[in-house]
């Protein structure tokens, strides 16, 4: 599934494809939400992977996996790793502490016997007992100069070293030898709650060692290794990278011989499937729909030829001789059997494309990332909390992930966290320090925030109409004298009989208020003659009605009343209230445009102008999200397992830097707050993990009642797989255990998947 994503960079690396205090809410009221135990309702969708053991799983063959492209470096440290790096470096090197099914860390017993806290005065110091069979795949065993050298190079006190993040590493005081050569033991010199997240994944001293193999030398190989495979090759104009099995492994075999991440763009991931170049590729909804179909698709004209009288006539070849009988024109009849000849090679041509398809399965699950409608606080009207808090009261979350992941046969309920989803543990919904969708409710925000309906339409200057003029001019006989000045009769008269023009120019304005809405603007009339009543007299519709009273008609200059599509738009101080949306137009994007549309339809029902932008994919988060170029965006975070480390510089508030520029991290809503950051530093130092995760659940708390961010829907994860495979799939939380991943049966043994590679 194409979502535009954002890693988790400089929190702690790419874990995936690829975000203010409100004065309302007391402390109690957010403590009371946030005090309670894990959701007893939270469960996480299972992951979609036909499981098997491994001795169903043949020895040998070849699996080709789509990737969207090559990646630009296999360091998963440096700035510009991608998904495809995550996932090529997981099969490579060691995870310590993988993710579970439940994203939760759970330690890797292929690399680690042991790992604990043994001391948390006066310092905290974790001893790592290492498996004494791991090492790498020159022979040499993996130990402390590991540990040593990758914290050197993480831990920001060298900038020679060009990395994306330090969190945690920053912490480390010492890393020494234990009692010996398989004992790592790290002191911290402030407590780290997330230790776990360090040194995965762990590369050998011979990349993280000296700055210049780190910062170039891991950006497209890597001669050591240690996990089930190692690289063979990365061939960038081929689009490959291929690895084959480690001989030094020391855990269970991998089944596969190799292993060939095939860079795939997402459009072209159907024709990929059709043509049997991959086995494995994450796919969008048309192309699971495609998949779908292909498994109903029953035979056609595929059988053997008939034989006897005739057989060899083709349909196309019978159709010209019966229009030659009964006198058709030649000519005609060569075209009708062109048009037969091109349908049948088009029939046929299909029926080919589903009979590959039908050779996969759609393994769906959920992906471990929820998108987010982004809120950008930094100026605006966005920059009110009362405004961001109305909008996020508008939106029916439920409707949007229906929309999203009904149709896909997935659970739509709304995420109620920042910083865990449904099943992970320390989940815990706290929207309700926000509130529930309720229009009135935000509709009187909006409000108390000064945006009105009819605030978009300025006020005409200096002039009161009927009485409260002649009070303001001292109770004179205004009409009567207006009436003796001189040509005022004349002006009068030439007004009336320009009244008559007065129902087709307000019509005109209706239409062209509706035609500015419809194209996601809204242009507010102002006191210049267009926006007055016609001939800029001020007479009203009142003069021209039978029965009207004389005379009844405001001052000249005075404005007409505005249409009432213009009344009903918010406004203040005669500006509209109209936001940015900024939205990615590639193929891959059609879904969240659809949610797009969604929110523009329920903010249009409250009066809330947006006009909808749609910029290309790969500018859409450099140049729009990340330099804050927008009102209102989607975009997705990735789950973690460490949500007190990687949360904060999401959520972190921004500091003014010396040019006047907003320092963000990774806050791209530019919504932060004082407490919030406390909150999370103190999680991130609580080594005890109920008290960190009440702690969590305060800082998420806030962050729904500040508004910058509102999680609508955990992304849907499908993924086309050829039936003969196991063990891979929709992973949902886990890393993938490379090293079971193979065909079954016969067919698999030693053969590429559908016999095209």
């Known amino acids: 599934m194409s979502h535009v994503g954002v890693p988790r960079g400089t929190a702690r690396k790419r874990r995936s494809v690829a975000l203010l205090a409100t004065g309302v809410l007391t402390i109690p009221v957010l403590a009371g939400c946030t005090s309670e135990s894990e959701d007893p309702t939270s469960v996480a969708v299972p992951q979609d992977i036909a499981p098997a053991s491994r001795d169903r799983v043949a020895d040998g063959s070849t699996l080709n996996w789509a990737i969207d492209a090559v990646p630009s470096t296999l360091n998963a440290f440096q700035a510009d790793a991608d998904s495809a790096t995550t996932r090529i470096t997981g099969a490579l090197l060691p995870s310590l502490f993988p993710m579970d099914a439940k994203g939760e860390p759970r330690l890797n017993p292929d690399y680690l016997e042991s790992a604990k806290v043994i001391e948390q005065e006066p310092k905290q110091v974790v001893l790592y007992k290492l498996n004494q069979q791991a090492v790498w795949s020159d022979g040499r065993e993996i130990g402390a100069p590991d540990f040593v050298a990758q914290w050197r190079a993480l831990s920001g006190r060298d900038s020679a070293f060009w990395t994306a993040r330090n969190a945690g590493y920053e912490r480390i ?57 190692r690289l063979r090759s990365v061939n960038k104009p081929r689009g490959t990278v291929v690895l084959d099995r480690n001989p030094r492994w020391w855990g ?65 070849a019978a159709l010209r001789s019966w229009a030659l009988a009964h006198g058709s024109d030649e000519e005609a009849a060569e075209k009708a059997q062109a048009a037969r000849e091109e349908t049948r090679e088009a029939v046929a041509v299909y029926a080919a494309e589903q009979k590959s398809l039908s050779g996969f399965a759609v393994r769906r699950s ?25 909008i996020a009261r508008t939106l029916d979350r439920q409707e949007l992930a229906d929309a999203v992941l009904k149709p896909l046969g997935l659970p739509a309920k709304p995420p109620g ?31 108390d925030a000064g945006w009105t309906p009819g605030g978009a339409v300025r006020s005409p200057q200096d002039t009161k109409a009927g009485s409260e003029a002649e009070k303001k ?38 239409k062209d208020d509706k035609a500015s809405r419809e194209e996601g603007e809204y242009t507010v009339g102002d006191d210049k003659p267009g926006s007055r009543s016609p001939g800029g007299s001020g007479v009203t519709a009142q003069d021209k009605q039978p029965g009207g009273v004389a005379g009844a008609y405001a001052p000249a200059g005075t404005a007409a009343p505005a249409p009432a599509a213009v009344r009903s738009r918010l406004g203040k101080d005669g ?14 994007s059609q879904s969240l445009r659809t949610v797009g549309e ?44 460490y949500p007190a480390t990687d949360g904060r510089p999401i959520f972190a508030k921004p500091e003014p830097a010396t040019d006047g520029s907003l320092l963000v991290a990774q806050n791209y809503t530019r919504v932060g707050s004082d407490h919030i950051d406390q909150l999370f530093d103190r999680a991130v130092a609580e080594l005890d993990a109920t008290a960190s995760r009440d702690l969590l659940k305060q800082a998420d708390a806030r962050i729904w009642a500040a508004a910058g961010s509102i999680p609508l829907y955990q992304r849907p994860q499908l993924v086309a797989v050829d039936k003969k495979l196991a063990n891979i799939g929709a992973f949902g939380f886990a890393a993938p255990r490379y090293q079971d991943i193979g065909f079954t049966g016969r067919q698999a043994a030693g053969s590429p998947a559908n016999g095209k590679k």
């Open 252 to 316: 269970d075999e991998a089944r596969l011989d190799s292993l060939v991440f095939r860079a795939v763009e997402p459009g072209r991931r159907t024709d990929a499937l059709t043509e049997g170049t991959v086995d494995v590729a994450d796919i969008d909804p048309a192309t699971a729909n495609s998949i779908a179909l292909a498994a109903r698709y029953r035979g056609g004209n595929g059988g053997p030829p008939a034989h006897g009288p005739g057989a060899g006539i083709t349909p196309a």
């Open 417 to 447: 966290s920042h910083l865990a989803l449904a099943g992970q543990p320390g989940y815990k919904d706290g929207s309700g320090a926000l509130g529930e969708q309720d229009t009135k409710e935000a509709q009187a925000l909006l409000a």
């Open 473 to 510: 001019d001292g109770g004179k006989k205004a009409a009567d004298e207006k009436d003796e000045k001189a040509g005022k009769k004349d002006e009068r008269a030439e007004d009336t009989e320009k009244a008559g023009k007065k129902d087709e120019r307000a019509e005109d304005t209706e």
């Open 598 to 641: 969604k929110i523009v339809e329920m903010l249009d029902s409250i009066g809330i102008s947006t006009q909808v932008t749609k910029v290309a994919d790969d500018s859409y988060f450099k140049d729009h999200i990340a330099s804050g170029d927008y009102d209102l965006a989607l975009y997705s975070w990735p789950a973690t397992a």
């Open 173 to 229: 005081e010492k890393i020494e030898r234990g009692k010996d050569d398989l004992q790592v033991r790290v002191t911290f010199s402030k407590p780290y709650a997330d230790w776990r997240s360090l040194f995965s994944p762990l590369y050998p001293k011979e990349v993280t060692g000296a700055p210049g193999t780190f910062n170039d030398g891991a950006r497209t190989t890597l001669k050591n290794t240690a996990g089930p495979f």
């Open 575 to 588: 500006k509209p209230l109209s936001l940015r949306f900024v939205l990615p137009s590639g193929p891959g």
């Open 366 to 390: 959920l992906e471990p990332s929820y998108t987010q409608l982004a809120l950008n606080g930094e100026s605006g009207p966005l920059s009110d909390d009362r405004v961001r808090r109305a």
